[in-house]
């Protein structure tokens, strides 16, 4: 089982429509929480970080963290074009540096 | 917001030849970098992780001799491929840890030839 899992896709919605992404993790003390995004050819850029159980929202994104599941998800509202990029998810455990990153979804929102 | 630089961000070299990657905090302090590569359509793969005075961790399957990795400041850490061959030719990426998280830069692509 790898560490932490997302389904590669394509993920393809239309043009306003809600994306969600997931993901899911193997260790249970991981602390730590990120959604990065990353354009073809650019490096990643952080989107959104959780910490607690619950709902964390910043704009049109909104973080979800279910640690007795062990899955931590990503919604995009009234998704557009430009969200097209592959959304890659990382966990931190507490004490640690090193993050370990998915794969990645790829999103596509078609116009 | 939490701003790396890196540079050169292109680099094209000939094979044998060593290349040094710059990777700077423009705006925080950076106790710890982290180096990455990642080739066309894959993954990131972490290589290293750079720690300000002291030496590198370096991931399974790296070679720390061919990968130099130093952090002397808390805002610059280098990488420095040496004796480069055309299968090191990748996007090498840095990033710099900021309280819990992780900030990249943008990224060298590099071509040996």
């Known amino acids: 089982q790898k560490e932490v899992e997302q389904n590669s896709g394509p993920l393809s919605v239309p043009e306003g429509a809600i994306a969600s992404l997931n993901c899911t993790y193997s260790?249970?003390?991981?602390?730590?929480f990120f959604w990065y995004r990353q354009y073809s050819g650019k490096s990643p850029e952080l989107i959104m970080s959780?910490?607690?159980?619950g709902d964390k929202e910043d704009g049109r994104f909104t973080a979800q963290l279910n640690k007795a599941s062990q899955y931590v998800s990503l919604l995009i509202r009234d998704s557009q074009p430009s969200d097209s990029a592959t959304y890659l998810c990382a966990v931190n455990r507490s004490g640690t540096y090193k993050y370990i990153f998915g794969t990645g979804t790829r999103l596509k929102v078609l116009a | 917001g939490a701003v790396v630089s890196q540079h050169p961000s292109r680099v094209i070299c000939k094979s044998g030849t060593s290349v040094k990657i710059e990777c700077r905090s423009l705006?925080?302090?950076?106790?710890?970098m982290f180096w990455y590569r990642q080739f066309p359509k894959q993954s990131l793969m972490l290589m290293a992780t750079?720690?300000?005075?002291?030496?590198?961790?370096?991931e399974q399957g790296v070679e720390k001799d061919k990968f130099l990795i130093n952090h002397a400041s808390l805002t610059l850490s280098t990488l420095t491929v040496t004796s480069a061959h055309p299968e090191d030719s990748s996007f090498y990426i840095c990033?710099?840890?900021?309280?819990?998280?992780?900030?990249f830069g943008p990224g060298t692509r590099l071509t040996v030839t």
């Open positions: 959780i910490y607690s159980n």
């Open positions: 750079s720690n300000e005075g002291s030496k590198a961790t370096y």
């Open positions: 260790d249970r003390v991981s602390q730590s």
């Open positions: 705006d925080f302090q950076a106790t710890t």
């Open positions: 990033s710099a840890r900021r309280s819990v998280e992780q900030y």
